[in-house]
């Protein structure tokens, strides 16, 4: 296998990240500032680092587990990885202003 477009890959999964949304909020996961950080490897490994809005959050499992399945849909990506990071912890500034003003804040 050729080596994939990373730039291309990339603009793929921040696509699909904005289709991901916290059941609480009716905000997508990008937008509410939930990703850190993706890294799309030569060989075609997403790793995607990102929090949620709270350690207790019913969607603690659901979310990373959509995240994972998206990316996996997308041509050229052979392994998926989602760490989640609670540091630093996510809060309310993090998100766009888009999102802010979905949320009317």
Known sequence: MGMIDSLVVEEQVMESLRTCFDP?????????????????????????????????????????????????????????????VWDPPWDPSKMSEAAKLQMGM
Request: aromatic share 4%.
């Open 24 to 84: 609480e909020i009716p905000v997508d996961i990008y937008e509410l500032g939930l990703i850190y950080g993706v890294d799309v490897g030569s060989t075609g490994t997403v790793t995607v680092t990102m929090t949620l809005t709270s350690p207790n959050c019913p969607a603690a499992q659901s979310i990373p587990e959509e995240v994972k399945s998206k990316i996996s849909n997308i041509s050229g990506v052979t392994d998926v990885h989602v760490e989640i």
